[in-house]
Each structure stands twice: as C-alpha cells, then as structure tokens.
C-alpha cells in the first residue's frame, strides 16, 4: 500500500492570494481528515469527509477556507485570500470503516504553507 | 480545562532507560486513544492505539488506559536515540472519530 500523499509539500504565497492542496489518501480508504497544525501544538481538525460527502467542520474553518473529495477518491483543501495566521502545517489523514475494521488514522506528510 | 493535556516536557531519559509520558482527556464519550510519534518538521505517526482498560503492548511500546481516570499513558522499555521525538496523545471524539490531539510531549533520549 502506499501511503497518504500530499501536494504541494510546500507552499509560500503573499498575502491575499488564494491556495490550494490536495490529498490523495491510501486507497479504499473512505474517511478523509483535514488537520492544521503550528508550531509548539498538536494538529487541530478542520473538516471530516465520508466517501465523498462533508460530514463535519470546525469553527475554525471560516468562510475562506473549503474542501472537496469530488468521487470520494482525492481532496483539495482551498484558501481564499490567505492571512498570514494562516501559515502552518496542512495535514491529510485517512482511515477505513467498516467491516470490523478499527479507524485508524493514518497521515500523509503535510503541506507546509507560509504566507508572506 | 484543555481537552488533552500532556506534560510538554522535554522529558530526558538516558539510552536504555524506560521513559513514561502521560496523557489526560476532557470527553468521557471517547473511546479510541492512539499515540503519535512526531519527528522534527515531520507528520505524525502512529505508534499505538488502545481501546479498552488496562495495558496493551507492542514491541518496546506498552499503551495503558484508565478510562475511569480518563488517563492514558505510553511507555518506551530500552529507549534509543532513535526513539527522540515529539509524542502526540490523541483520544478520538464524535461520531466521526475525529482526533483531539494534546500539544505532545518532547522526549529526548540521550547516549
């Protein structure tokens, strides 16, 4: 199997400029996670797809920012007109549910953006 | 009250020592926990996951979990350089199993 990718794995953009990522989880896998994280803490959950439907979000996820897993395969993570608190790690997690199987998550490398 | 709470450390052990990071969580409605190692600049990777009371080992890993308590705990036997990492406590919330991570807890081990 090979694992959670993520593109790009870095990303510098100037403020007010509008970003997107993309993930690609381990295949079959139908639960897809979108995490932020910076420095000195623990990843934080932004938003949470089953197959291809967005099932849950967090408050921390304001009006700029939106995601899609179009097919239940890929998703992109979007941002609009980018703040400089925006900067952080991105991450993609995914798991699989289902058939007695536990949900584990399993995470992809990252997408690192810094905003200008 | 944070919803996970981990010692931030750094927390030093010397090579061939066991080290003992802790965790305590918020939702009593959690019912996977799971352990991360993360390196420097890194993403997470998982090293345990526990889901019922008591202990659970794996290799050089032992997960111990008091739900009563709402405590988790991990322990590195015959820790190695190697092993030198960020640790992230992770319970599991909701109905969709989304993580709740505690900041982590830095693990040195030293020669």
């Known amino acids: 199997d090979t694992g959670v990718s993520q593109d790009p794995r870095h990303k510098i953009t100037k403020r007010g400029q509008n970003v997107t990522f993309r993930c690609d989880p381990i295949?079959?896998?139908?639960?897809l996670y979108w995490y932020r994280q910076t420095l000195g803490q623990g990843p934080e959950f932004l938003t949470y797809?089953?197959?291809?439907?967005?099932?849950?979000k967090s408050r921390l996820l304001s009006d700029r920012f939106s995601a899609e897993r179009p097919k239940g395969s890929f998703s992109t993570l979007e941002i609009q007109r980018t703040e400089q608190g925006d900067s952080a790690m991105y991450l993609c997690?995914?798991?699989?549910?289902?058939?007695?199987?536990?949900?584990?998550?399993?995470f992809g490398p990252g997408t690192r953006l810094t905003v200008l | 009250q944070k919803e996970v709470e981990q010692n931030s450390g750094p927390l030093s052990v010397p090579e061939g020592a066991i080290a003992s990071l802790n965790c305590t969580y918020s939702?009593?409605?959690?019912?996977?926990f799971f352990w991360y190692r993360q390196y420097s600049g890194k993403s997470p990777e998982l090293i345990m996951s526990i889901y019922s009371n008591g202990d659970k080992e794996d290799g050089r890993f032992t997960a111990q979990l008091n739900k009563a308590s709402q405590y988790v705990s991990l322990l590195i036997r015959d820790s190695q350089p190697s092993d030198s990492a960020t640790y992230l406590c992770a319970p599991s919330s909701g109905g969709y199993n989304k993580l709740i991570f505690g900041a982590g807890t830095r693990l040195a081990v030293h020669p």
């Open positions: 939702d009593r409605g959690s019912q996977s």
């Open positions: 295949s079959e896998h139908n639960r």
């Open positions: 797809f089953q197959n291809e439907a967005q099932l849950e």
């Open positions: 997690a995914s798991s699989l549910v289902g058939s007695g199987v536990p949900d584990t998550q399993y």
